[in-house]
């Protein structure tokens, strides 16, 4: 028995079933599901290397920062990283500020470069 290949229309027939259904979570036209993504880089001496939405950093005292965005990030959530065996806290978020705090493994501030995430709803 020679097996024929099936018309287009019925494929789009199966695939068109609850199970291949898309989903119903809900997005914004940018397809980000409503979060705004921010981010940067900074340096151990407080300046910002890079990042996106972040519009200055400056080194407060030893190995605590504050990060400035180009909006307000008090209701938003925020993630910083650090290098080198060094942990990086966020701290408190006034306005569109964000200080983040890094520490040896003693709890001892210590100046370090970090990355943070920032994500807020749009």
Same mark, same amino acid.
């Given at each position: 028995m020679?097996?024929r290949?099936l ?12 199970a ?5 979570e809900p ?12 981010s940067?880089?900074?340096?151990? +001496?407080?300046?910002? @290397?890079?990042?996106?939405g $972040?519009?200055?950093?400056? *080194?407060?005292?030893?190995g =605590?920062?504050? &990060?400035t ?5 008090? +209701?938003?959530v925020a @993630?910083?990283?650090s290098? $080198?065996?060094?942990f990086a *806290?966020v701290?408190a978020? =006034?306005?569109? &500020?964000?200080?983040?705090?890094v520490?040896d493994g ?10 943070m ?5 749009q």
């Amino acid at each position: 028995m020679r097996l024929r290949p099936l018309p287009a229309l019925a494929l789009a027939g199966l695939c068109a079933g609850p199970a291949f259904a898309q989903s119903v979570e809900p997005q914004t036209p940018d397809m980000t599901l409503g979060v705004a993504l921010m981010s940067a880089a900074v340096g151990a +001496n407080g300046a910002l @290397l890079r990042g996106a939405g $972040a519009v200055s950093s400056s *080194r407060i005292s030893a190995g =605590t920062y504050d &990060v400035t965005f180009a909006r307000n990030v008090e +209701n938003c959530v925020a @993630l910083a990283n650090s290098s $080198a065996a060094r942990f990086a *806290r966020v701290g408190a978020h =006034t306005g569109s &500020v964000i200080r983040v705090r890094v520490s040896d493994g003693q709890n001892t501030n210590a100046d370090n470069p970090f990355t943070m995430l920032v994500f807020c709803i749009q």
